[in-house]
């Protein structure tokens, strides 16, 4: 079974948007619908099917360097921020242990998209920006993927 979506997001979410000075309810609704769609939520760290998407959210290794050689390096302000954390960037294989470092990662591949977050409460418009901006269109996942993992994983039932 994947994380409970209450710890999961006070813990791991919340810090690492805070960490980077991007923490809105939008960012936050779309990290944990990522991991949802992604990972369910952690119920898988390796991409099933021998790929190579690495952990909660399964970022590739290449998009994971690609962030950090082309958007990390050119903002000192953020240098500065991820190197209190963490020295030298991480190998790819820590998207599978440091879970801050995974939803960082995940929230500054999105923060690379010109388009606007969509609304918190906008579970559609989450799916797309996922499909188009994380999945890309030519994706195996859907819009109808993300959308039934939200229910099924992060809505909390009582």
């Known amino acids: 079974m994947g994380m409970q979506v209450s710890q999961f997001r006070q813990h791991v979410i919340r810090p690492a948007l805070e960490l980077v000075g991007m923490a809105s309810p939008a960012a936050e609704a779309l990290l944990l619908g990522t991991a949802a769609q992604e990972s369910g939520l952690g119920r898988y760290l390796r991409q099933v099917g021998g790929g190579p998407a690495l952990g909660v959210f399964q970022m590739e290794p290449a998009t994971y360097r690609d962030i950090w050689t082309h958007f990390i390096t050119f903002d000192s302000e953020l240098v500065r921020t991820l190197a209190r954390r ?73």
Do not use: Q, S
Request: overall charge negative; hydrophobic content about 35%; proline content about 10%.
């Open 86 to 158: 963490w020295n030298t960037p991480p190998e790819p294989d820590y998207l599978i242990t440091d879970l801050l470092l995974a939803a960082v990662m995940c929230r500054l591949h999105y923060r690379r998209v010109k388009a606007p977050l969509p609304e918190a409460d906008d579970l559609p418009g989450l799916a797309r920006y996922w499909k188009l901006y994380y999945n890309t269109p030519k994706g195996a996942g859907t819009e109808a993927e993300f959308i039934h993992n939200w229910h099924r994983f992060v809505e909390e039932k009582g």
